[in-house]
T-cell receptor, first 108, second 117 residues
Framework: AQRVTQPEKLLSVFKGAPVELKCNYSYSGSPELFWYVQYSRQRLQLLLR??SRESIKGFTADLNKGETSFHLKKPFAQEEDSAMYYC??????????FGSGTRLQVQP | GAVVSQHPSWVICKSGTSVKIECRSL??????MFWYRQFPKQSLMLMAT?????????EQGVEKDKFLINHASLTLSTLTVTSAHPEDSSFYICSARAGQSNTGELFFGEGSRLTVL
């Protein structure tokens, strides 16, 4: 069965510091990986997906099949990046399996 | 982007009553909607997949008679928690897929918080 693991519940950094939110997955098929973000009092929204290979709001994530990882990175954190981040895997049934989430706190 | 709306945003009910939560895709048609449940400080857990015009597919461990799902139109899916009990108190979130393709982006509702007294 598919599984998504986000080992950190909370990640606190100072403004301008690099950020890496970890995500590991287990899935026997070809994975589709996503990062979703939930800002305070807002709904969950898509941040980026691995197939797009794009950078959104300065964030990037590379799928590493060898390490079964899809870590989210940003070189210089901003205060407005503070939010809850969820890594997700799309399965053959097209539903999303979510990790437990990591709360990012960017301090001034 | 596309908008998914849930109603009510929060509801408090007495134990033993039934509660209906609506999920609407406001500006697109959604042949498939997904219902998730989220406990405090935990991840979203998929409850069921709702397909327009057919029966929902429930995840293992989710009681289909307890959580009734109806997807009667391309813009509306409803989740009814029947004979609710305090352990059903949770945050329920729906998502809808835009377009016919299985790879369409998923959009999420704002969630509905249910408290059963």
């Amino acid at each position: 069965a598919q599984r998504v693991t986000q080992p950190e519940k909370l990640l606190s950094v100072f403004k301008g510091a690099p950020v890496e939110l970890k995500c590991n997955y287990s899935y026997s098929g070809s994975p589709e990986l996503f990062w979703y973000v939930q800002y305070s009092r807002q709904r969950l929204q898509l941040l980026l997906r691995h197939i797009s290979r794009e950078s959104i709001k300065g964030f990037t994530a590379d799928l590493n099949k060898g390490e079964t990882s899809f870590h989210l990175k940003k070189p210089f954190a901003q205060e407005e990046d503070s939010a809850m981040y969820y890594c997700a895997l799309r399965t053959g049934r097209r539903a999303l399996t979510f990790g437990s989430g990591t709360r990012l706190q960017v301090q001034p | 982007g596309a908008v998914v709306s849930q109603h009510p945003s929060w509801v408090i009910c007495k134990s033993g009553t039934s509660v209906k939560i609506e999920c609407r895709s406001l500006d697109f048609q959604a042949t498939t909607m997904f219902w998730y449940r989220q406990f405090p400080k935990q991840s979203l857990m998929l409850m069921a997949t709702s397909n327009e015009g057919s029966k929902a597919t429930y995840e293992q461990g989710v009681e289909k008679d307890k959580f009734l799902i109806n997807h009667a139109s391309l813009t509306l899916s409803t989740l009814t928690v029947t004979s609710a009990h305090p352990e059903d108190s949770s945050f329920y979130i729906c998502s809808a897929r835009a377009g016919q393709s299985n790879t369409g982006e998923l959009f999420f509702g704002e969630g509905s918080r249910l408290t059963v007294l």
